[in-house]
């Protein structure tokens, strides 16, 4: 940077060593071209994203009424406890407001996490093929990682079990996990939650809780009592509110106070706060949510096995499809956007064979469908 005004002038690079050695290994984030940009350069009328396991009914209505009256407020700072969006929480759960944290995201409760319990020799254990996010968090604390290869798409729990010894202190599930959209079921949570010693915390991730609809397998960590389990759930994904930013924990009360210390005392904001509570009343459109996605879901699946792509058994807003080399990844990500269509290839994810799909609005899936439709026939 070259500062050409000003009483002093100092030009030179920053010192290398002001990084630590850990922060330089990260590899910086290279987002795919923002849609706006890719639309302009090819040329193309209406952009279709199914990238991101986002909402595609669009925002609802009663968040976005939430968000207009809150926003008389913007200029004071929310109130610290977050109190009236935490106790709305706390008696959706059946638990008690020290139970609750809420976060910009349920991405910040996890660095909150990550930063309030792992430090030096710390060890952590997750899969190699679940969420990104997960290790890039660890990776830019510096503590230790060990990657577990899936099993048949699925949490190995038991390698992760017998992977655990004396430094690890935190274990990362992910169910439904993402990209892969299966789940361990409720006899393989039980069985491991008998083998995790005391000294580990399990974060379990949930951020995509809301689509498993009450399925009897699905472990609901939120009907267990165990204090060695800290559950993150999101308003990102079934409440259609990820540009929003409101995510929470739901924990034992000694976990939740030490990520409270942690986190950014104003976070999240009065418009997030007040958009998550209303929200959390909109039981129209989680209904919306889940039968678009129900539909959406089952057309998907009929159609890829029509195709012949190989797809996994999802619980998600999301579906899995292996298309067995990564030149048919790329080739075929290149052609979707050509029509207009961003899926999520995952070779960051450790899967370089599979790309991952979110269920759309009818009209989004079927377009898909067609454009899966001639790109395979060629
Ligand atoms: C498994 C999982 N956890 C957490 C997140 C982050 O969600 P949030 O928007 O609440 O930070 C995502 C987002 O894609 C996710 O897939």
């Known amino acids: 940077m070259i500062i050409t005004r000003g009483i002093m002038t100092r030009v030179h690079n920053p010192p290398k060593d002001l990084v630590p050695p850990h922060v330089q290994k990260l590899v910086p984030y290279k987002p795919g071209k923002p849609p706006a940009e890719l639309q302009k350069e090819l040329g193309i009328e209406e952009f279709i994203n ?38 709305a929480l706390a008696e959706r759960y059946n638990v008690k407001l020290e139970n ?24 952590v254990i997750t899969a190699d093929g679940t969420f990104i996010g997960f290790y890039v968090l660890v990776n830019a604390q510096g503590i230790k990682l060990h990657k577990i290869p899936l099993k048949n798409y699925r949490f190995d729990l ?35 939650m ?21 399925d009897q ?35 034992h009360e000694m976990l939740i106070d030490y990520i409270n210390r942690i986190k950014l005392p104003f976070e999240p904001s009065v418009m997030a706060q007040a958009a998550a509570y209303a929200a959390l009343q909109d039981k129209e459109y989680m209904d ?9 879901m089952e057309y998907l699946e009929k159609n890829l096995d029509r195709l012949g792509i190989k797809r996994v058994n999802s619980w998600a807003n999301f579906i899995l499809i292996e298309l ?13 956007l050509r029509k ?17 799909i979110t269920v759309g609005i009818p009209q989004e899936n079927e377009k898909l469908v067609a454009a899966l439709e001639e790109i395979f026939a060629n």
Not at 162 to 187: H, M, Q, S
């Open 50 to 87: 199914l990238a991101s396991n986002e909402n595609s009914l669009g925002p609802p209505q009663t968040v976005l009424a939430a968000i207009q009256e809150a926003s008389q407020r913007i200029h004071r700072y929310p109130e610290v406890g977050g109190l009236k969006l935490r106790q």
């Open 288 to 296: 919306r949510t889940l039968e678009n996605n129900q539909v959406g």
């Open 217 to 251: 397998d699905f472990p609901n960590s939120m009907q267990y009592r165990l204090d060695n389990v800290l559950t993150l759930r999101t308003f990102s994904k079934a409440y259609g509110m990820a540009g929003v930013r409101v995510g929470y924990g739901l924990g």
């Open 324 to 336: 067995g080399s990564e030149e048919k990844v790329a080739s075929t990500n290149d052609a979707l």
């Open 340 to 356: 207009g269509i961003a899926i999520r290839p995952l070779t960051a994810f450790g899967l370089a064979t599979c790309m991952r």
């Open 194 to 214: 008998n083998r995790v010693p005391e000294h580990v915390l399990v974060i379990l991730d949930e951020a995509y809780y809301e689509f498993t609809k009450g």
């Open 100 to 123: 609750v944290a809420i976060g910009s995201g349920s991405e910040s409760i996890l660095a909150n996490t990550i930063r309030a319990f792992l430090h030096g020799d710390d060890e």
């Open 158 to 192: 038991d390698a992760i079990a017998n992977a655990i010894n004396e430094r690890t202190k935190v274990v990362y599930l992910c169910n439904p996990n993402n990209p892969t959209g299966t789940i361990f079921d409720r006899e393989e949570f039980e069985t491991f």
